[in-house]
């Protein structure tokens, strides 16, 4: 069975591959990820995951996973935020609204390159400002596409999700595992 390289170094991604029962290798590149202006996000997130694959060697037999996650609303991609006034900006847009989170997962060996994209919408309550302030102040805006992560405070602004709530996490590792077995890889 070929081996699992992931070429992330998102927590996240790490552990979900962990509970889903795969021993994999870790491998990085320092890929750029700036994007033109204007380019639709489930054509960023496909461009980019398959641009840090590209960017990672690998050897016979090995099967590279590499992804990229970014929240958009009404067409505008809000990555991770610069500062406090950026994320807060952010934080203030996604209030009582609806949003998209996408995934785009890229998989490689030497004879195949296969990449797709998941999309899940997420409507957040309506925030105050105090609530906002007080999410930045648990430091987990910083890391994260849209200044917020499902899996921890931010889960209590989520009022509904429709799709794939590990997408928004950052891997959907239900498409993931039936995408690796046609790689060839294979859980126990």
């Keep these: 069975m070929p081996t699992l390289i992931l070429g992330s170094q998102s927590p996240r991604r790490k552990g979900l591959l962990k509970e889903a029962g795969y021993e994999f290798l870790l491998r990085v590149s320092g890929t750029d990820e700036e994007l033109e202006k204007g380019v639709p996000p489930e054509q960023a997130v496909s ?4 641009q840090k694959s590209l960017a990672i060697p690998i050897e016979e037999n090995e ?8 929240v958009s609303i009404d067409g505008e991609i809000l990555g991770k935020p610069a500062d406090e006034s950026e994320a807060f900006s952010f934080l203030t847009k996604l209030s009582g609204r609806t949003h ?10 030497k004879e ?11 409507t957040f309550f309506s925030l105050s400002d105090k609530e906002i302030y007080k999410y930045m102040e648990s ?19 989520v009022k509904y999700i429709h799709g794939d709530y590990y997408s928004v996490v950052g891997l959907p590792i ?4 039936r995408e690796l077995e046609a790689f060839g890889v294979l859980l126990g």
Excluded: N, P
């Design 100 to 109: 998209q989170v996408h995934t785009g997962v890229t998989l490689r060996s």
């Design 47 to 50: 461009y980019l995951s398959k």
């Design 139 to 157: 430091g987990e805006a910083w890391d994260k596409a849209g200044g917020y992560g499902i899996q921890g405070k931010g889960a209590l602004f």
């Design 63 to 70: 099967v590279l996973l590499t992804a990229d996650t970014l």
């Design 174 to 177: 239900a498409k993931v595992v």
């Design 112 to 122: 195949h390159i296969h990449t797709f994209v998941v999309k899940t919408d997420v």
